[in-house]
């Protein structure tokens, strides 16, 4: 069965340095893949989404995200940090038409 | 897109009671979905929920403890029944547009349900 699995449920970086936050999947068919956030005390926003029309995906915020067929990887990264990106990030899967998280990792972001 | 709006957006419950959200939707939608979030913990899906028919419950969750209703194609409820601490949680309604090749999911702000 599809699903995703996030390395590290807590990730600090400093203001003005890369975001990296790892995701690899588990699937036998490209899946579709989706990065959402979730602010302190809001709803979820998505990110951004693969589809399979381009492996580099772009999303909100300057966020982006590389689909690696190779690494079954879908990491979500950003050149530099702002304070307002602290948040709970979470990978999903599309599955049977019903949407699977992975557990969360959540940056903080140091001044 | 799509607009969610959820019922209440948090509440104190005694635990035995029970506690019925609402949600609605801005537009006709097939399929609605209700998750938990656990403090600290990721989005757990309860159930699907289609209009006219039984809710489809996932593993480790049962009707008799999460019953759900659908009554037309905008609107659900998630009860939570004979409530306990462990059903403190983050409660999510989420509904999905069909973009032809993949699916996009959409989500009401959540109901924060403390259990005393």
């Known amino acids: 069965a599809q699903s995703v699995t996030q390395l590290g449920s807590h990730v600090s970086v400093s203001e003005g340095a890369l975001v990296l936050l790892r995701c690899n999947y588990s699937?036998?068919?490209?899946?579709?893949l989706f990065w959402y956030v979730q602010y302190p005390n809001q709803g979820l926003q998505l990110l951004l989404k693969?589809?399979?029309?381009?492996?580099l995906v772009k999303g909100i915020n300057g966020f982006e995200a590389e689909f690696k067929k190779s690494e079954t990887s879908f990491h979500l990264t950003k050149p530099s940090a702002h304070m307002s990106d602290a948040a709970e990030y979470f990978c999903?899967?599309?599955?049977?038409?019903?949407?699977?998280f992975g557990k969360g990792t959540r940056l903080h972001i140091l001044p | 897109s799509a607009v969610i709006s959820q019922k209440p957006s948090r509440d104190i419950c005694q635990r035995g009671t029970s506690l019925t959200i609402q949600c609605q939707v801005d537009?006709?939608?097939?399929?609605m979905f209700w998750y938990r979030q656990q403090p600290g913990q990721s989005l757990t899906l309860i159930a699907t929920?289609?209009?006219?028919?039984?809710?489809?419950?996932e593993s480790g969750f049962v009707i008799d403890k999460f019953p759900i209703s659908r009554p037309n194609l905008t609107f659900s409820t998630l009860t939570v029944s004979n409530m306990s601490p462990e059903d403190s949680s983050i409660y999510l309604c989420?509904?999905?547009?069909?973009?032809?090749?993949?699916?996009?999911?959409?989500f009401g702000q959540g109901t924060r349900l403390t259990v005393v």
């Open positions: 989420s509904v999905e547009r069909d973009r032809g090749y993949h699916t996009e999911a959409f």
């Open positions: 699937s036998s068919v490209p899946p579709y």
């Open positions: 693969y589809t399979s029309a381009a492996t």
């Open positions: 999903a899967v599309d599955r049977d038409d019903k949407i699977i």
């Open positions: 537009s006709q939608v097939t399929m």
């Open positions: 929920a289609n209009q006219g028919s039984e809710a489809t419950y």
